[in-house]
């Protein structure tokens, strides 16, 4: 099975800084990468999809990249409504697909 | 408006059985394919099931295997999960969301989970 592997678990960011979230595919998966943003005690939301396509409704600070096994999650500018915890998940195969561990999102 | 609405979750004990349901609304429901998500306390999110938009094919996590069964009913625009022989590591919320593939005229598109339900809890527990 293809593993996801998400860095950092955790990190701390001032509003206004430039922050990047990365995830490594233990093999190769083309661009079929999502990000979803979760907030405390709701439901997960889709960010972007097929590595760097944003989903309808997200703020243009948010921007995906990446393909093959490496890919990253940048926000260009935190903003205090961005606290939360980010996923990505691979979904090249119906038959198995997997979230990273999550990074943990927070205000300095 | 697009939504997902679970139900059927609440407090089993161990080696029990439940029936979770999720009555989608506001789009074509036979185009998609359907997934059962699932999140422990203070876990991460696990993928559990996924299933074709004509029902023809299943799939599932390993820890699931033989004893969750995912099924629908397209003239009921619902998605259902079959949970027996529950375990205590089984204890989670669980969500329905609509993808990872939609079948539209002459495409098929690979879309991610795209909306998902607000959750239905499961507690395991004698």
């Known amino acids: 099975d293809i593993q996801m592997t998400q860095s950092p678990s955790s990190l701390s960011a001032s509003v206004g800084d430039r922050v990047t979230i990365t995830c490594r595919a233990s093999q190769g998966i083309s661009n079929y990468l999502a990000w979803y943003q979760q907030k405390p005690g709701k439901v997960p939301k889709l960010l972007i999809y097929?590595?760097?396509t944003l989903q309808s409704g997200v703020p243009s600070r948010f921007s995906g990249s990446g393909s093959g096994t490496d890919f990253t999650l940048t926000i260009s500018s935190l903003q205090p409504e961005d606290v939360a915890t980010y996923y990505c998940q691979k979904y090249n195969s119906a038959l198995s697909i997997t979230f990273g561990q999550g990074t943990r999102l927070e205000i300095k | 408006e697009v939504q997902l609405v679970e139900s059927g979750g609440g407090l089993v004990q161990p080696g029990g059985s439940l029936r979770l349901s999720c009555a989608a609304s506001g789009f074509t429901f036979s185009s998609y394919w359907m997934s059962w998500v699932r999140q422990a306390p203070g876990k991460g999110l696990e993928w559990v099931a996924n299933?074709?938009?004509?029902?023809?094919?299943?799939y599932y996590v390993d820890s699931v295997k033989g004893r969750f069964t995912i099924s629908r009913d397209n003239a009921k625009n619902s998605l259902y999960l079959q949970m027996n022989s529950l375990r205590a590591e089984d204890t989670a919320v669980y969500y329905c969301a609509r993808g990872p593939i939609v079948v539209v005229p002459a495409a098929i598109v690979w879309s991610a989970f795209d909306i998902w339900g607000q959750g239905t809890m499961v507690t395991v527990s004698s």
């Open positions: 097929a590595a760097s």
């Open positions: 299933i074709k938009q004509d029902g023809s094919e299943k």
